[in-house]
């Protein structure tokens, strides 16, 4: 095994530092008094309240977590479905080509995948709003939930399906009861991936929204091309408290979903 030199130890200090610095920074600012967010003069709690009284700012961040919820589960579900598609189906004329229009969003620009969207809709004579940037959520966020639960899918022990089945289930009761449960945590973390991708998107949305629906991610790009205020300080501690509280709350489900998995397993090979 190698040493864990200075030079390691200084490069994933100075990495750590890059990453996480600016994040402590703005934490650090958004308490600041003055209204210059580089000048400190002082703690104060007071543009949080200012951010709770400005309705634009909260009518925005309603939009955003109704966008990123409903995207989420619709990527979640159809992420889920061609995930199981392609592991279990095999060999099927045309799996090049879907297996391809899953994928492709990973590696598509998002300005290519905004405007082509953007001309849908226009085709369509679909009015943008609310709607529209949910659909286009869904279109790339499903392909990171399929990534993620086709991964998990392809260690999973078929024998426990084949055992359900046996047993007079039929092929939907058998996912719904043995194959769901199982692969829970990685369809869990799919949906977590999807909601966060959603309500950081701001390329996307900006192509498909309307005037009658603003995300988060617009409203502050709008706000600091005139200049970073504290609120924006705070609206980015906030944002990054939910996230953290979302990834440690789905860290320990999974944790508990893998523990509760192993239990069963155990106590099925003692039973046999």
Known sequence: MRRFSWFNATSLTLGFAFLYLPMILLVVYSFNESRLVTVWAGFSTKWYGELLRDQEFLDAAWVTVKVAVFSSTIATVLGTMAAYVMVR????????????????????????????????????????????????????????????????????????????????????????????????????????????????????????????????PIRIFSAIRLGVSPQINALSTLLIAVVTLGVITASIMSKRAAVAQARDEQAAIRAE
């Open 89 to 216: 189906a095999g060999r099927f004329w045309g799996r090049t080509l879907f297996s391809g229009m899953i994928y492709a969003p990973l590696v598509m620009p998002e300005v290519i995948t905004g405007l082509s969207l953007l001309l849908l809709f226009i085709g369509l004579g679909i009015d943008r709003g609310v709607f529209t940037i949910v659909l286009a959520h869904t279109t790339f966020s499903m392909c990171y939930v399929s990534v993620v639960v086709s991964s998990r899918l392809a260690n999973f022990d078929r024998s426990l399906e084949e055992a359900a089945l046996d047993l007079g289930c039929s092929h939907f009761a058998a996912f719904r009861l043995v194959t769901l449960p199982i692969i829970a945590p990685a369809v869990i973390s799919g949906w977590l991936l999807a909601f966060t991708l959603s309500l950081d998107d701001l390329v996307i949305a900006s192509f498909t929204t309307g005037p009658s629906a603003t995300t988060l």
